[in-house]
């Protein structure tokens, strides 16, 4: 009886948060995210500047797997890892993931205004939701300026980048 009441707490986790923001699970999935079926996690399928689905090839299959990142379920969290929330495939860099808007105004060659770098996946989709320019990172020890990034920010030409953070990015806690 009480493992089907922890599997339900797991999968209200996911419609918890895109009910949260206004989303539908076809809004959802447009976006990349989707339920992870074990343990309550969510997945996160990521885009490139171009707005390309991200794949990597398997060294097993040699077959391209989608680059999945993982948003763990709050009890999947470790006490002594607090800040450890997503989770990368092996291999993969930590790099900029880009929202919609920001791939958009990339690929018409738009030009000033504002980005937003946000540590964190949904922070990032906030800021989009409410039609802001924004880029998600894993963390803000992670913001690389890598071979993509570069190209968008040269492109851009933008007037601001305002870099969004946790509480943690000076070791802040709770008292």
Known sequence: MQSAQVSTQFINYFHQRIRGYGLTHQQAWSYGIQECERYGNIQILLQDFNGERQYKR?????????????????DNIK???????????????????PMDLA??????????????????FFKALALELLRLESIAFPGISNIKILD????????????DIVIIHDGDARQIRKH
């Open 58 to 74: 398997n060294k097993v299959t040699k077959k391209k797997d989608p680059v999945l990142v993982t948003r763990l379920h709050p």
């Open 79 to 97: 006490p002594e890892k607090p800040g450890l929330k997503y989770l990368y495939p092996k291999g993969y860099p930590a790099k900029a993931h």
């Open 103 to 120: 791939v958009q105004r990339f690929k018409n060659g738009t030009t000033g205004g504002t980005v937003y770098l946000n540590e964190g």
């Open 148 to 159: 993509d990034f570069w190209e968008y920010i040269v492109r851009r030409k933008l007037d």
